[in-house]
């Protein structure tokens, strides 16, 4: 291509745009260009931001200082990148100068080569300054990259661009500590017409991607068909969050159950995040694990989340979570520790399988996942529940999944008739009944220790989900709870003399015991699980006839029944409103629940506790005897 018009014979020298890079320069044209340095042997040039060159003095007529402006074309480009000039024949008053746009094919960030040379478009979602670079991570239709700029150490690249711009970013590709990285030669926010078509696409991709895949749910159970539905919902929106980079907040009851429900979600989100993100600690700092040690949502746990989202906003630029309540979340206790949340852009999703208070909740959850919502209750385990959600987020989850719903049913005390077909599961999985008992055992004893810590990877390895070693796993289950038996016969040497037995007017046997002061305090088992051991000594001994349990502190009670209907929410609802000032609060399901209350109110409280026990109706199908699992 020539360069002046063969029409009239004036010469064309063309101006390059900022963003354009050596690959818009062409060898037979000619180029306007900007003196940036001056040499004993020649001129610098700057044709844009990011093509410079040398000009050399053996080719010069004239001495040039910094600022000035000349016509050059293009010389050579060395191997070791750098770019000769030689200054063109053109008079730049009477030159017609063209406007040459940076030319380019956008690239998918997925899958990007090292040392390739791309153009990326796409959303901003973190902006993280670290001592050296700053770091832009861009979603496009395909995944999450991190894109590197830097100004100077720890000084905020391109402080124009804000985390939700729809940009074009030119870079080289380059792996940083096995992650694959761009570094930015040049990065613009985009705006009209091209930030609307970039935003449509991005969110029809999004769209697509979100979508869950379609799988058969592990057991054929008529109870759980109506919540597939709402599981999708959530499975839709947690990828969707992935997606949009935007982290998510798991919290926990830190029980048998709760574990069996965190972990193998967990497992199914990190796949995903590492399938979406370039960035290897994508996961490390998107996915949080929490457990939650009371049964509800408390306002410490809410103050400690959203006080740690904030912290990680300011720090890295992240967006604020997606919090993820599991086998708690729905009930009027959650609603302070919610409308807390509420203040900011934290979306809230609770799946439970607690008796739920949904004109409470409801309107602060982005979804609630409950059985009690569609007629069902407690027996399908949130456990059961979310090994589904995981597999509809990566069906690749489903291989180490077999024995886990078995695990929360046992560990929940799941009366269920589908535990037959769960128990099945777990055998074809290599784990008999006794098997799925013990790492029950295991769970609670391991979340004991661990209190408040997430215990990864211990957890994992107890629960044989994301475990390297199955050997080690049958040892450490085996060991802990051989430990958990041990020191629950321990308890149990210490209580069973000091429990207050008598007979309901319903026919139900009532066992009441004093753990604080009969039991071993501080060490396992903790109240709950102590009254549980106690009451299932009791049901054992009693032979199957209704049993009520009744474990005492201070100022709580914790609840067991067996062959009863408690109702317990319909109960500690009952007690609010009838012991004014005592400060009741609770709840739980037909089974198995816990109340506080006002230490000096303790008798009164528990004495119309007992009443409305004693009116509760029997109901076999409630009894561990019609489902034995041994």
């Known amino acids: 291509m020539a360069s002046h018009s063969e029409a009239d014979g004036e010469f064309v020298v063309h101006d390059l745009a900022s963003d354009c890079t050596i690959g818009d320069v062409e060898e037979d044209l000619t180029y306007l260009g900007t003196v940036n340095g001056v040499v004993e042997y020649g001129v610098f040039v700057d044709l844009s931001d990011h093509v410079s060159g040398l000009v050399h003095e053996s080719t010069l007529e004239e001495s040039y200082a910094v600022g000035d402006r000349l016509a050059v074309s293009l010389d050579r480009i060395r191997e070791n990148g750098d770019v000769a000039f030689s200054p063109a024949p053109a008079d730049l008053e009477t030159a017609t100068v063209v406007t040459v746009d940076h030319a380019y094919e956008v690239t998918r960030v997925s899958g990007l080569d090292e040392g390739e040379e791309v153009d990326v478009e796409g959303e901003v979602v ?135 429900a965190a972990v193998p979600l967990a497992l199914a989100l990190r796949r995903f995040i590492a399938e979406v993100h370039e960035d290897d600690d994508a996961t490390r700092h998107l996915l949080k694990r929490l457990p939650s040690k009371a049964p509800f949502y408390e306002m410490e746990d809410a103050t400690r989340d959203l006080n740690y989202s904030l912290a990680d906003r300011a720090r890295h630029g992240q967006k604020l979570p997606l919090l993820l309540m599991l086998d708690n979340g729905s009930t009027e206790e959650d609603v302070p520790a919610y409308r807390t949340l ?150 149990l040497d210490a209580v069973l003399p000091h429990a207050e037995r008598s007979r309901l007017e319903n026919g139900a046997h009532l066992c009441r015991i004093d753990v604080e002061e009969h039991a071993h305090r501080f060490t396992f088992p903790a109240p709950g699980t102590t009254t549980g051991a106690v009451h299932d000594r009791v049901v054992e001994e009693t032979g199957g006839d209704p049993v009520i349990t009744i474990g005492v502190g201070p100022d709580f009670a914790v609840l067991r029944s067996d062959g009863v209907r408690l109702d317990i929410p319909r109960m500690v609802t009952e007690l609010v409103e009838e012991t004014t000032g005592a400060g009741v609060e609770g709840g739980g399901h037909l089974v198995v629940g816990s109340i506080k209350f006002v230490k000096g109110r303790r008798e009164e409280v528990l004495e119309s506790l007992i009443e409305k026990m004693a009116e509760a109706e029997i109901d076999e199908a409630l009894s561990a005897a019609a489902h034995t699992y041994e």
């Not at 761009?182 to 935003?199: H, M, N, Y």
């Not at 004109?359 to 919502?373: F, S």
């Not at 220790?449 to 990864?456: E, I, M, R, T």
């Open 342 to 491: 509420s203040h900011y852009d934290i979306p809230i999703v609770a799946i439970d399988h607690h008796h739920p208070d949904p004109e409470a909740v409801d309107p602060l959850l982005a979804a609630h996942v409950n059985p009690y919502l569609h007629g069902e209750d407690y027996r399908i385990t949130t456990g059961m529940l979310c090994v589904e959600l995981a597999r509809m987020i990566d069906p690749s989850v489903t291989g180490e999944l077999g024995h886990v719903p078995a695990v929360a049913g046992i560990s929940d005390r799941s009366s269920a008739g589908a535990m037959d077909d769960y128990l099945a599961l777990a055998e074809e999985a290599g784990y008999g009944t006794e098997d799925v008992h013990e790492i029950s055992d295991a769970l609670d004893y391991a979340a004991h220790w661990l209190k408040y810590n997430a215990g990864q990877p211990l957890i994992s390895d107890v629960l044989n989900v994301d475990c390297d070693d199955e050997a080690r796993h049958r040892e450490l289950v085996s060991f802990l709870a051989e430990r958990a038996g041990r020191d629950i016969d321990v308890q």
């Open 126 to 260: 973190q902006i993280k300054q670290t001592g050296g670079p700053t770091i832009f991570q861009i979603a496009d239709s395909t995944g999450i990259v991190p894109c590197a700029a830097f100004e100077a150490a720890g000084v905020r690249a391109h402080p124009e661009i804000e985390v939700g711009d729809v940009v074009h970013a030119t870079g080289r590709v380059e792996l940083r500590e096995g992650s694959t990285q761009v570094e930015i030669e040049s990065i613009t926010a985009l705006a009209g017409e091209d930030e609307t078509e970039i935003r449509a696409r991005l969110d029809a991709a999004i769209d697509d991607r979100a979508t869950p895949h379609d799988v058969d749910p592990l057991v054929e159970w008529s109870a759980m068909e109506p919540l597939l539905s709402d599981l999708h919902e959530v499975a839709t929106l947690l990828r969707r969050m992935v997606l949009e980079g935007r982290p998510i907040r798991m919290r926990h009851h830190a029980d048998g159950d709760g574990m069996c």
